[in-house]
């Protein structure tokens, strides 16, 4: 008896052992998941940090932001960069960049650095700095475009002279705790690594110098971190059917003049311009129009025309956020007939291949320079709108069970919020709701069970 307790007892400790072994690694596993996005699963922001000389008390560097994003840019008011000093590290000086606040620098006599602070944070200079605080790819308020879109403006720079810190590769201590909000949360960024030194190639490409040290940082984004509700919603109509399948109610929230009283203001309300002037103005706070779904931004998709061999659609951005205005703004959508896109009016277009060249089903959209590429605030002029004309494909098309419609919609990176697909506007003759009656079946099977009743 005695060694069956024991036994018991082993097993028992066994087990607790195995459950505290599963919590640890389930607690400890990595969050990165949070930010993979299916649709640009490499897409990351890579901060490169290049020292490029020696100071008799630490050393001079370029720090580059890469967006290396398709579809996700960082835009007004613009990016935000923090980190925690592994030492006790100061900034003497920058160019093309500042940081938010000095700190204490009272123990500094004759010369004071530019930041004192342990855990300082960095914010771009405004268009119009003079030239002598400049460096290539600085100065644009803290907005970083996309590749897709304006390759010339994905990147952003500034310079910055640390002191107090090593002067050596070997007694340099890399940063720690990078942070990166753009312009909000939902950014993570991983640890510092050191790399391979950059090169810098001349003009002509004939002599290559390179950085003294380098290292790198990660930083991806996930839309769940970045805030608790979505920011936009798609409708759909069609020609074949009258029903226009708004917005999903409370998309991005609800009306409760109790609990957030000024969240939102009618479009015909005498109190508009106050509203907008109002306290949150300066602070970037939304104010949307009062509408069922809440959104900044809704996307409406309506299914145009029906030709032989082709079919048209037609796609509305409409922008409700009256302190808003959005600039370089994209869209992404997923349809199974991207493949053939055919003709595309007053929009630029750029197939996406996340699962490879095989499957083109995911298209990037955004506005023609100087004509659409400003989302305008709230208001008559507060939409883009373009036609597409696509192909059929004999094999796949069909307008019967929502087909035409997309399967998923992004605004600026962020998923937008869809109908349901019991919702969407079926074809008059193949209307969800309609059920085959009971009594064809139930004729059928009398008829057959007296034919072999009387057979038998």
């Known amino acids: 008896m005695a060694a069956v307790g024991g036994g018991a007892g082993s097993s028992r ?50 720090v ?37 606040e000095q700190g204490d620098c009272s123990k500094f006599k004759g ?35 996309t590749f897709n879109q304006d390759p010339a403006n994905a990147a952003s720079s500034f310079q910055i002279s640390v002191g107090l810190a090593g002067t050596t590769n070997k007694t340099v201590k890399v940063p720690k705790n990078f942070t990166l909000k753009a312009p909000g949360p939902g950014y993570t960024c991983g640890r510092a690594m050191i790399v391979r030194p950059t090169k810098f190639f001349t ?20 839309q769940f971190l970045a805030q608790k509700t979505p920011t936009c919603c798609v409708s759909l109509s069609s020609f074949y059917n009258d029903t226009i399948v708004n917005c999903p109610t409370c998309s991005c929230g609800c009306q409760n003049n109790g609990t957030n009283p000024g969240s939102c203001v009618n479009e015909n309300s005498p109190y508009l311009q106050s509203a907008i002037d109002g306290p949150g103005k ?119 069970k929502g087909w035409a419609f997309p399967r998923r919609v992004y605004f600026n990176g962020d998923n937008c919020v869809m109908p349901r697909p019991d919702a969407y506007p079926w074809l008059p003759n193949a209307s969800p709701l309609t059920k085959q009656p009971l009594t064809l079946p139930v004729l059928v099977f009398s008829i057959v069970l007296a034919t072999l009743l009387a057979i038998a």
């Open 203 to 222: 003009q002509d490409g004939r002599r290559a110098t390179q950085a003294l040290m380098t290292w790198n940082v990660t930083c991806t984004y996930s």
């Open 282 to 400: 300066y602070t970037g706070q939304p104010l949307v129009q009062c509408t069922s779904h809440m959104c900044p931004i809704r996307i409406h998709w309506h299914v145009k025309l029906n030709y032989k061999e082709y079919w048209r659609v037609k796609i509305t951005v409409t922008n409700f956020n009256y302190r808003m205005n959005y600039t370089q703004w994209n869209l992404v959508a997923q349809h199974p007939n991207f493949d053939n896109i055919t003709k595309l009016f007053s929009f630029n277009y750029k197939p996406l291949t996340p699962y490879g060249s095989r499957i083109n089903d995911t298209a990037m959209f955004w506005g023609v320079k100087f004509y659409n590429d400003l989302l305008m605030q709230a208001g008559p002029l507060g939409n883009a709108q373009s036609e597409l004309l696509l192909r059929k494909d004999s094999m796949t098309f069909t307008f019967d």
């Open 64 to 100: 580059t932001m890469f967006n290396f994003q398709q579809f996700r840019h960082i835009q007004a008011p613009g990016w935000q960069l923090g980190w925690t000093w592994a030492k006790k590290e100061v900034i003497w000086s920058m160019v093309g960049a500042q940081t938010t």
């Open 111 to 145: 010369n004071t650095p530019h930041c004192c602070k342990k855990d300082p944070t960095i914010v771009d200079l405004l268009p119009g700095t003079p030239f002598n605080m400049q460096i290539a790819n600085c100065c644009k308020a803290g907005v970083i475009n």
């Open 13 to 62: 400790s066994v087990a607790c052992c195995a459950v505290l072994l599963a919590a640890t690694v389930l607690f400890s596993a990595p969050a990165t998941t949070e930010a993979y996005d299916s649709l640009d699963p490499n897409g990351n922001i890579t901060i490169k940090w290049d020292i490029m000389q020696w100071t008799p008390d630490g050393y001079v560097a370029v």
